[in-house]
């Protein structure tokens, strides 16, 4: 079975500083790792995956994640914070063994607040 | 600019009510996903269809919820009887289907039954 745990309710930073929204998983195979983003009375936003390849993923809005397959995190990060970043983030990951799609898996999510 | 349709945005309705919530997929995807946001539960899946057929709807109370599809440009999700405890926001997703690829969200239909 696969989960995702998001361990931070809530991450303030402040503006120009570095982000980092954590994100831990577990799967029994292969791994699919999403990201979004929620800003207030929106749906979910795509930012990132990581599928394959490269491991350092680059997104939406600057943002950029590192997987590492002896480790499980997929953090979430940012070199430099802007207050418009501020939103619910999730974390989610697909898992499966034929090539036509399971269900996402969504972490807890983490809201985001950057300070100015 | 392709995007996820979902109507009602809102839906105030008294317990005991049908309600019916429309969900319009971007064209040419052949996944849905219908879930559900609260504040206590985070985002639980409540169905899954792919080419219209329903894959898994085993997070979705089967006594008063249900999804359909009656075509590939439509998704319902219908609640009858509603009761206080089905307020959230719904969500539709839609997506190709591949495992590699991303999910769609809509704006959501936030539902309060009093």
């Known amino acids: 079975a696969q989960s995702v745990a998001q361990p931070e309710d809530q991450v303030n930073v402040a503006e120009g500083n570095p982000l980092t929204v954590k994100c831990t998983y577990s799967?029994?195979?292969?791994?699919?790792l999403f990201w979004y983003v929620q800003y207030p009375n929106r749906g979910l936003q795509f930012l990132l995956k990581?599928?394959?390849?490269?491991?350092l993923v680059k997104g939406s809005y600057g943002f950029e994640a590192e997987f590492n397959k002896s480790q499980t995190p997929f953090h979430l990060k940012k070199p430099s914070a802007l207050v418009s970043d501020s939103a619910l983030y999730f974390c989610?990951?697909?898992?499966?063994?034929?090539?036509?799609?399971?269900?996402?898996?969504f972490g807890p999510g983490t809201r985001l607040s950057v300070l100015p | 600019d392709a995007r996820v349709t979902q109507t009602p945005r809102h839906k105030v309705t008294e317990m005991g009510q049908e309600v019916t919530m429309r969900c319009q997929p971007i064209?040419?995807?052949?996944?849905v996903f219908w879930y559900r946001q609260t504040m206590m539960q985070g985002l639980e899946l409540l169905a899954y269809?792919?080419?219209?057929?329903?894959?898994?709807d085993s997070g979705m109370p089967k006594d008063r919820f249900s999804a359909e599809m009656p075509d590939a440009t439509l998704a319902t999700l219908k609640i009858q009887p509603s009761e206080p405890r089905d307020s959230a926001v719904y969500f539709c997703?839609?997506?190709?289907?591949?495992?590699?690829?991303?999910?769609?969200f809509g704006q959501g239909t936030r539902l309060t039954v009093v």
């Open positions: 064209l040419g995807h052949n996944t």
């Open positions: 990581y599928i394959t390849g490269d491991n």
């Open positions: 799967v029994s195979g292969n791994p699919y």
């Open positions: 269809f792919r080419n219209r057929a329903p894959l898994d």
């Open positions: 989610a990951v697909r898992e499966g063994s034929d090539n036509y799609g399971q269900n996402f898996v």
């Open positions: 997703a839609s997506g190709t289907g591949h495992m590699n690829t991303e999910a769609f």
